[in-house]
């Protein structure tokens, strides 16, 4: 029932976010607030693991081409596919999670602990939609992200296999051309995009409502990234089904 209850809570506080806005020019402050915090802060890390998980892709496919048979240009396809499809779009999510949702959840959560938010309200202040409205829409800027994951992932196979020695420049360009479907781009995108939404307001929630002290502060922190995690996973599940089925 506790589960039931939470999801419930969920969605009151995602339709309550949406209501009573803040003024223009604090909510223009607060987003590009966000959008250093959420996104400029986080593209160090995803351009290091995209590059270097790339070039793993590239040598561990060029690695189990044992059959001569088989042409090396299916490196640079296998490399396309799997960071477009997979690893841009939901692995990078996850990594997100728990640097984002940790970051939302104890940012958010410290200022419930201080009363920070009982303020808020006493000042007639939507406390929703001042402090998660402007997460969902810097959060819009995050397919950005995972396209220059994809790019960084590509570049990183591309120099792994061809400098590695593992193929030619030609074989590898050859491959990433192959049977490409521009369809499977916007595939990527659309999660993405759900992605961004849950990055935003699953970890909002588990701040928001939390109750105790600094301890429980952390905990909140860990229990949202589990959550964004299981929610990431069974969305990618479901909207593989629809849209690649």
Same mark, same amino acid.
């Given at each position: 029932?506790?589960?039931?209850?939470?999801?419930?809570?969920?969605?009151?506080?995602?339709?309550?976010?949406?209501?009573?806005?803040?003024?223009?020019?604090?909510?223009?402050?607060?987003?590009?607030k966000e959008i250093d915090d959420l996104i400029i802060g986080s593209l160090g890390i995803v351009a290091f693991i995209?590059?270097?998980?790339?070039? @793993?892709? +590239? *040598?561990?496919?060029? $690695?189990?081409?044992?059959?001569?048979?088989?042409?090396?240009?299916?490196? =640079? !396809?296998?490399?396309?596919?799997?960071?477009?499809?997979?690893?841009?779009?939901?692995?990078?999510?996850?990594?997100?999670?728990?640097?984002?949702?940790?970051?939302?959840?104890?940012?958010?959560?410290?200022m419930r602990v201080t009363e920070q938010i009982d303020a808020l309200e006493v000042m007639g202040i939507n406390s929703?939609?001042?402090?998660?409205?402007?997460?969902?829409?810097?959060?819009?800027?995050?397919?950005? @992200?995972? +396209? *220059?994951?994809?790019? $960084?992932?590509?570049?990183?196979?591309?120099?792994?296999?061809?400098?590695? =020695? !593992?193929?030619?420049?030609?074989?590898?360009?050859?491959?990433?051309?192959?049977?490409?479907?521009?369809?499977?781009?916007?595939?990527?995108?659309?999660?993405?995009?759900?992605?961004?939404?849950?990055?935003?307001?699953?970890?909002?929630?588990?701040?928001?409502?939390?109750?105790?002290?600094?301890?429980?502060?952390?905990?909140a922190s860990t229990t949202s990234f589990v959550w964004t995690s299981v929610a990431i996973i069974l969305v990618n599940?479901?909207?593989?089904?629809?849209?690649?089925?």
């Open positions: 029932m506790s589960y039931l209850h939470s999801i419930g809570a969920y969605f009151i506080m995602i339709k309550d976010t949406f209501v009573k806005p803040t003024k223009g020019r604090v909510l223009s402050d607060l987003i590009f995209s590059f270097f998980v790339g070039g @793993v892709v +590239a *040598i561990q496919t060029a $690695l189990n081409l044992n059959n001569p048979l088989i042409p090396k240009s299916l490196i =640079g !396809f296998a490399a396309r596919q799997s960071v477009i499809l997979e690893f841009a779009p939901t692995f990078i999510s996850i990594i997100m999670a728990g640097k984002v949702g940790s970051f939302i959840t104890s940012s958010i959560g410290t929703l939609n001042y402090l998660i409205f402007p997460k969902i829409i810097a959060m819009l800027v995050y397919p950005f @992200v995972i +396209a *220059i994951a994809m790019f $960084l992932g590509i570049i990183g196979a591309y120099t792994a296999a061809v400098y590695g =020695g !593992f193929t030619s420049n030609d074989a590898f360009l050859a491959g990433l051309q192959e049977d490409f479907i521009p369809f499977q781009l916007f595939y990527a995108f659309f999660k993405t995009f759900l992605f961004a939404f849950l990055l935003a307001t699953i970890p909002s929630y588990h701040g928001y409502f939390m109750r105790g002290g600094a301890l429980e502060v952390g905990k599940f479901i909207v593989t089904q629809l849209l690649l089925s």
